[in-house]
């Protein structure tokens, strides 16, 4: 990646959603090895504290450090409000979570919340700063999708439904802004190494680091629509889309899911 052209395009300041930990803070890092001052969003003030601090002694960038919960009301906006005297050029929308088991288990209010901040707060944020990106003529949007966005997954299957959302968001948009100078790119990993499966109640006998995906996906923004980082997403989406229909996609993916369930109990 050339970082004097990256900083031109999506610099000064780039804004990290989900920044305390895995994808997030990883995003963080690598964007503060650009050169690009960044704006670290989380829950967790303590955490994002620590992190600012070690950008700033690393890589000597300023930080702002906004400690939120974007599933509150007005959060969106209050976040652009926070952001208003800088330039942004770049939103790293990484703040989301996934559930896990029978649907009909599920706590209904806990799904529902997953949607509001998977795909609601997404598409206010991506409104938000996209109007601010195209009326200065540059910049970029990363967009979390997944492997999992591609087809219908049981005893994951809001989760799955709100990644298919992201993805159909993303490559619209990606269509739709570049002509505004906006690049827009989905990132859909595979299983990543990170505090998420916990929090979904998920265990993965195998997946990759969390720093596999920030420097892959920033590489492709302005360059594809979608990127699959590690070699795992690849080989998974590969074997998947070219082999299966999607029709025994979605009964494969509920093997594995299963598997990856199996100590919730029937």
């Known amino acids: 990646m050339n970082t004097a052209r990256f900083r031109e395009k999506y610099g000064p300041w780039a804004v990290v959603t989900g920044a305390s930990d895995g994808i997030g803070r990883d995003f963080a890092r690598r964007l503060a090895e650009a050169g690009v001052h960044v704006v670290l969003v989380a829950r967790r003030a303590e955490r994002l504290e620590a992190l600012a601090a070690e950008l700033s002694k690393s890589h000597g960038v300023s930080t702002r ?3 939120m919960d974007l ?3 007005g959060a ?6 926070a952001t208003s005297d800088l330039e942004v050029g770049l939103l790293v929308a990484a703040a989301g979570f996934g559930t896990s088991g029978p649907f009909l288990a599920a706590d209904v209010s806990r799904e529902l919340e ?6 609601s707060v997404v598409t206010e944020l991506s409104h938000r700063f996209g109007r601010r990106l195209a009326d200065r003529g540059r910049g970029g949007l990363v967009l979390m999708s997944s492997l999992l966005a591609f087809q219908g997954v049981p005893r994951a299957a809001t989760y799955a439904a709100t990644k298919a959302y992201v993805q159909t968001l993303a490559e619209a948009l ?3 802004l570049a002509p505004l100078g906006v690049d827009v790119v989905a990132c859909a990993p595979g299983p990543v190494k990170t505090g998420f499966e916990s929090r979904a109640d998920m265990q993965m006998g195998m997946g990759l680091p969390a720093s596999s995906v920030g420097a892959a996906t920033l590489a492709a923004l302005g360059r594809r629509t979608t990127v699959r980082p590690g070699w795992l997403s690849k080989v998974l989406e590969l074997s998947l889309a070219s ?5 025994l996609r979605v009964r494969i993916m509920a093997k594995v899911m299963q598997g990856m369930t199996s100590h919730q109990g029937a």
Do not use: D, Q, Y
């Open 114 to 119: 997953m949607v509001h901040i998977n795909c």
């Open 174 to 176: 990606h269509l739709e």
């Open 243 to 247: 082999t299966f229909s999607r029709w």
């Open 71 to 73: 599933s509150g009301p």
């Open 76 to 81: 969106a906006e209050a976040l652009v409000s």
């Open 65 to 67: 450090v906004v400690p």
